[in-house]
DNA sequence: GGAAAGCTGAAACGTGTGTTTGAAACCCGA
DNA sequence: TCGGGTTTCAAACACACGTTTCAGCTTTCC
């Protein structure tokens, strides 16, 4: 909108970056003001001038990322003709990639997603379900709801689709820790889509355990 | 040793405590110091007192931690002639209630596990990983080898051991969000089986799917 | 050219952190 | 009862945090 200098939209967005970053690398709680518009090169007083505060600025590198993800490579959406464990295994390759990709499209989402799953940051934490889990979750109950036939009892359902979403973020979640024991995740897109293929390959076999044990 | 009051180690003991409930709660990091003394009823100088520092108390609830994992329930150990899948059936319920349960033999081991996993304490990892993680990854491993019958090839097997350990970290590292979905992780003893039950069937279902594969 | 708006800079504010100090209070043995 | 080691306590330390202020600079518009 504005016809003004370069630099104001310059700033703000060296902000963005600067901060996105950092907030990706160790989280909110821990991410430091300072320490975001020293990378940035810029001052303290930016962040309020141009965002209003830290956390107004955490929201905005959502806003951001959420619309890089989603413009990058949208979310699957499995057709009702599709055959289910096709589209678990295009699902799956699609979250891991999501997960997982580093320095590419979308620099910072998965990161960002790791540490707001594991610990919320308040009044983050229902905006990325409505806009970011929720989805996820119902798009895989979806599929596997379609591949199990007919609904599984009590909470059965929901642990498999739980199940599922578990194989595709633990490898960024225990990030540290694979990489102590000499199984770093991938971070190529090759590499991604060969463990999600790894990936898919054990969720199908494992939900084709559960039709056979309804159909019993 | 010390003969004198009970005060000493009765400050200390609820120092110890406080500071478990404390880091369980939110981590290392985010703990502090006067919350804990707070909540202990006693003064902030007697962590230095008694412990030397805020990291030395932290270590100190670890080994506690650790302690009373093993002695309450230690880890199984698959022999030889076991039938594998029954081993892991086996392994998984009692990971599941080592990293679930809640407010019982250990109250805080799971959860300071959690927090560990994902935003590693530096100088706490390396510990953690031979005292905890290593351990059961290698057991877990054996059982898979056990399972697929002949090792698969390149990273395979090592996707496979981390998925199954991804099944039973997950509802405990995305706990928040869960909760927000609808689906809280299990804290009762005979829910967690119940959910360790079904996930033991989907791994073995998946596990058992790279059986056929490698035969073919 | 001058005034107004936009933007940046250094410094300080108030609060919270982990840590340290040194003097009281306490307890126990002699 | 006294002395000496043991344990607590309030206070302050130095530092880091997010935030605020306001002077000074630049840019834009009339």
């Known amino acids: ?16 970056f600067a901060a996105g970053e950092e907030f990706a ?4 709680g821990a991410a430091s003001v300072r320490a975001i518009v020293d990378a940035a090169g810029a001052n303290v007083s930016a962040v309020k001038y141009h965002y209003g ?13 959420a619309k ?10 499995v057709e009702d003709f599709d055959d289910p464990r096709q589209a678990l295994r295009r699902f799956i390759a699609w979250f891991m990639r999501l997960v997982l990709t ?9 990161q960002l997603l790791a540490h707001e799953t594991v610990s919320p940051t308040p009044g983050a934490l229902d905006v990325f379900v409505a806009n ?29 689709v739980f199940a599922v979403v578990a194989l595709c973020v633990n490898p960024k979640h225990s990030r540290e820790i694979l990489i102590k024991l000499g199984h770093p995740p991938p971070t190529t897109r090759a590499a991604i889509n ?17 039709v056979a044990e309804e159909d019993r």
């Open 53 to 65: 505060s830290k956390t107004d600025l955490y929201l905005a590198v959502w806003e951001f990322a």
């Open 25 to 28: 690398r160790v989280g909110f």
């Open 194 to 210: 060969r463990m999600a293929g790894v990936m898919a390959d054990f969720a199908i076999s494992g939900l084709d355990g559960f």
């Open 68 to 77: 890089q993800m989603v413009s990058s490579e949208p979310m699957p959406v």
């Open 132 to 160: 970011c889990a929720g989805p996820i979750k119902d798009e895989i109950a979806r599929i596997v709801k379609k591949i199990i036939g007919r609904p599984a009892r009590g909470k059965t359902l929901d642990d498999l």
């Open 1 to 16: 909108m504005s016809k003004r200098s370069d630099s104001h939209d310059a700033t703000k967005a060296r902000l963005l």
């Open 102 to 110: 580093e320095s590419e499209e979308h620099p910072w989402a998965g």
